[in-house]
């Protein structure tokens, strides 16, 4: 269960390069949550690798314990889900209001059972997060859908889904992972159109595809899926891909506060929208198979040049969970640029915290805020507001000058394992501690 009564202080470099050596990119969190759920579509038990140690794992696990899967885990990031004996559809009301992710559990378990209740999901606080797109594509699949007392009951007709055509309004990760699930336990085809394009996605069907799925086009905007039975996972094993939002914050830190570091474990292949931005703001770094190393950059981050305009994209374009770290690195940098948050009208909330350290940063709109760098940062307590803004606030403690606290490090633990550790295995000084 979370603390929140700790905190991360963090001693600042005041700009110094001084970090030195490798960090390692861990499982990706939002591949790991949604290979949970594909468990469900499974007859047999599923073995999944690589899973990252942090709170949103905890927590989809303990929504699966209360349906009644078996979940045996050891040390190494390895589970191996059974739902032989599932008892109930009814999802968690506590613990889907504190995870997002809980959405996508719906999906496998209408296909699976025949129905499921859930209230509207939780999650990070970035904007209103609707679930429309999803209401209305189980209408499409078949199923009825009834509102009562907070909560969602949906029962499918006959108790199948049937396949359908859906058209995402908006290009919706977790709606197509979980329409893209759905659709292999349900009778003939569903093509999902705009789906998202985010490399998790792929590799979840390429995982499922190798279990006896019939899914076409996944990575692309056009999915087909032919339903079919209960899946086998036999020897097969789910590994986690690195994650790509860890290893793109990992890689700003470095680029302002880095002498020769290297990020390993990770696919550069996943951020080159952010490579693309630091290249030319004139980061040096080198590109290998699996890492990317920083090296080089002697002169300060004052010399760094601007974006002129960040737009956040869905994938490939730039990432909307790299958005806060980037603006850290926009503070740093020379000049005036654009950042345009066009996914989640909630987050760029966290930017006060940054105006209070010392950041020239203008609010045009919910989506819109202007940055001006080079500014120096100073140390000063701060609250992460979610899990994207808590590490982008430890970037900034890093680069500032004097001390900085960060409250609510359970909001960061939600998504990076033991961050502390790895970063004060590359030079950082930062110490978790409890009030
Ligand atoms: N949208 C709708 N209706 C819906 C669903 C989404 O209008 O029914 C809109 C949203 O309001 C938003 C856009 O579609 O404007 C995209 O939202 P999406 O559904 O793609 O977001 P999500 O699936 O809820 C996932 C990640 C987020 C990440 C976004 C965008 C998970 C569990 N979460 O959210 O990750 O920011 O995609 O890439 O996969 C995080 O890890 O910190 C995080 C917030």
């Given at each position: 269960m979370y603390d929140t009564s700790e905190r991360f202080l963090i001693k600042g470099?005041?700009?110094?390069r001084v970090l030195v050596g490798t960090i390692r990119v861990n499982g990706a969190k939002n591949a790991a949550l949604k290979a949970f759920a594909a468990s469900l579509l499974f007859s047999d038990p599923v073995t999944l690798k690589n899973i990252p140690h942090i709170e949103d794992i905890e927590r989809i696990t303990d929504l699966l314990l209360n349906l009644g899967t078996k979940i045996t885990k050891n040390k190494d990031g390895v589970f191996i889900c059974d739902h032989s004996e599932l008892h109930t559809s009814d999802l968690s009301h506590d613990i889907s209001k504190r995870l997002r992710?809980?959405?996508?559990?719906?999906g496998p378990l209408l296909a699976r059972t025949g129905k499921v209740s859930f209230p509207h999901p939780g999650g990070c606080v970035i904007g209103a997060r609707p679930i429309d797109l999803f209401l209305e594509g189980f209408q499409k699949m078949g199923a009825r859908i009834i509102f009562r007392d907070g909560t969602y009951h949906i029962v499918a007709r006959g108790g199948k889904l049937r396949g359908a055509e859906l058209f995402f309004r908006a290009q919706s990760v977790t709606g197509t992972e979980t329409f893209m699930m759905a659709a292999i336990l349900a009778e003939g085809k569903t093509v999902i159109k705009n789906a998202a394009m985010e490399p998790e996605i792929k590799h979840l069907a390429d995982f499922l595809i190798s279990c006896g799925a019939r899914i076409k086009?996944?990575?692309?905007?056009a999915i087909e899926i032919t339903g079919g039975t209960l899946l086998r996972a036999g020897k097969k094993t789910y590994i986690t891909p690195p994650d790509r939002i860890e290893a793109g914050s990992f890689l700003i830190l470095g680029a302002l506060a880095a002498k020769d570091l290297k990020i390993t474990n990770c696919d550069p292949t996943h951020i080159e929208a952010l490579l693309e931005v630091l290249d030319l703001a004139g980061v040096h770094f080198r590109v290998g198979k699996d890492f990317v190393h920083i090296k080089g950059n002697s002169k300060r981050n004052a010399y760094f040049k601007n974006t002129a305009l960040l737009k956040t994209h869905e994938y490939p374009g730039f990432p909307t969970d790299l958005q806060a770290p980037m603006m850290i690195f926009l503070t740093q940098a020379s000049g005036e640029s654009l950042v345009f948050e066009t996914i989640f009208e909630g987050r760029l909330n966290y930017v006060e915290e940054l105006v209070r350290m010392g950041a020239d940063i203008r609010t045009m709109d919910p989506h819109r805020v202007i940055v001006k760098g080079h500014t120096s940062l100073k140390g000063r307590e701060m609250e992460s507001p979610d899990l994207r803004a808590g590490l982008a606030f430890v970037i900034a403690g890093v680069v500032a000058r004097g001390r900085s606290v960060i409250h609510n490090v359970y909001n960061i633990d939600r998504g990076y394992e033991r961050v502390e550790e790895r970063l004060r295995g590359i030079g950082v000084d930062i110490k978790r501690v409890r009030e």
């Amino acid at each position: 269960m979370y603390d929140t009564s700790e905190r991360f202080l963090i001693k600042g470099t005041d700009g110094a390069r001084v970090l030195v050596g490798t960090i390692r990119v861990n499982g990706a969190k939002n591949a790991a949550l949604k290979a949970f759920a594909a468990s469900l579509l499974f007859s047999d038990p599923v073995t999944l690798k690589n899973i990252p140690h942090i709170e949103d794992i905890e927590r989809i696990t303990d929504l699966l314990l209360n349906l009644g899967t078996k979940i045996t885990k050891n040390k190494d990031g390895v589970f191996i889900c059974d739902h032989s004996e599932l008892h109930t559809s009814d999802l968690s009301h506590d613990i889907s209001k504190r995870l997002r992710a809980s959405i996508v559990v719906t999906g496998p378990l209408l296909a699976r059972t025949g129905k499921v209740s859930f209230p509207h999901p939780g999650g990070c606080v970035i904007g209103a997060r609707p679930i429309d797109l999803f209401l209305e594509g189980f209408q499409k699949m078949g199923a009825r859908i009834i509102f009562r007392d907070g909560t969602y009951h949906i029962v499918a007709r006959g108790g199948k889904l049937r396949g359908a055509e859906l058209f995402f309004r908006a290009q919706s990760v977790t709606g197509t992972e979980t329409f893209m699930m759905a659709a292999i336990l349900a009778e003939g085809k569903t093509v999902i159109k705009n789906a998202a394009m985010e490399p998790e996605i792929k590799h979840l069907a390429d995982f499922l595809i190798s279990c006896g799925a019939r899914i076409k086009g996944a990575g692309t905007p056009a999915i087909e899926i032919t339903g079919g039975t209960l899946l086998r996972a036999g020897k097969k094993t789910y590994i986690t891909p690195p994650d790509r939002i860890e290893a793109g914050s990992f890689l700003i830190l470095g680029a302002l506060a880095a002498k020769d570091l290297k990020i390993t474990n990770c696919d550069p292949t996943h951020i080159e929208a952010l490579l693309e931005v630091l290249d030319l703001a004139g980061v040096h770094f080198r590109v290998g198979k699996d890492f990317v190393h920083i090296k080089g950059n002697s002169k300060r981050n004052a010399y760094f040049k601007n974006t002129a305009l960040l737009k956040t994209h869905e994938y490939p374009g730039f990432p909307t969970d790299l958005q806060a770290p980037m603006m850290i690195f926009l503070t740093q940098a020379s000049g005036e640029s654009l950042v345009f948050e066009t996914i989640f009208e909630g987050r760029l909330n966290y930017v006060e915290e940054l105006v209070r350290m010392g950041a020239d940063i203008r609010t045009m709109d919910p989506h819109r805020v202007i940055v001006k760098g080079h500014t120096s940062l100073k140390g000063r307590e701060m609250e992460s507001p979610d899990l994207r803004a808590g590490l982008a606030f430890v970037i900034a403690g890093v680069v500032a000058r004097g001390r900085s606290v960060i409250h609510n490090v359970y909001n960061i633990d939600r998504g990076y394992e033991r961050v502390e550790e790895r970063l004060r295995g590359i030079g950082v000084d930062i110490k978790r501690v409890r009030e």
